[in-house]
């Protein structure tokens, strides 16, 4: 009886050890949540796929040089929720993209915040926040 307890009690501390970094994977610390960054540009592919959408976009530097960005959206589940699909995106669309910037410096933004989105260069949400 007691052996089994301890094998019960050593369980349920592993899985309690194992657990703490499953919630790292929405963690926000990678980006510079306190202010958002434009970009402006050409929707090259839209990669509808789990666990996030990917959208990349080429956008002409300050220096004229081609910048290749990738903008992370929310899990499928949630954009079909919100009325995106595989189609809300094409190459070659011209867009506006506002999102929150990689903290490393790269031409990385998330687009899991409220006043994130990938519009039409009307103003016309294509992709947008939805929870």
């Known amino acids: 009886m007691k052996t089994k307890r301890l094998a019960l009690l050593g369980t349920a501390l592993a ?3 194992v657990s703490g970094p499953l919630s790292a994977h929405h963690g926000k610390g990678a980006f510079e949540t306190e202010k958002l960054t434009v970009v402006k540009g050409t929707v090259t592919k839209f990669a509808f796929i ?3 959408a990917l959208v990349y976009v080429d956008v002409k ?7 290749h960005w990738i903008a992370e959206s929310n899990s499928l589940n949630h954009l079909h929720r919100g009325g995106y699909d595989k189609d809300s995106l094409k190459a070659g669309d011209q867009v ?3 999102g929150q910037r990689s903290r ?3 031409f990385t933004l998330d687009l899991q915040c ?3 989105s990938v519009k039409d ?4 949400v294509l992709l947008g926040y939805y929870f």
């Not at 260069?121 to 016309?124: D, E, I, P, R, Y």
């Open 15 to 17: 899985l309690l050890i």
């Open 50 to 52: 789990n666990p996030h």
């Open 61 to 67: 530097g300050d220096k004229g040089d081609l910048e």
């Open 96 to 98: 506006v993209v506002t």
């Open 104 to 106: 490393n410096g790269t």
């Open 114 to 116: 409220q006043e994130c």
């Open 121 to 124: 260069l009307q103003g016309k």
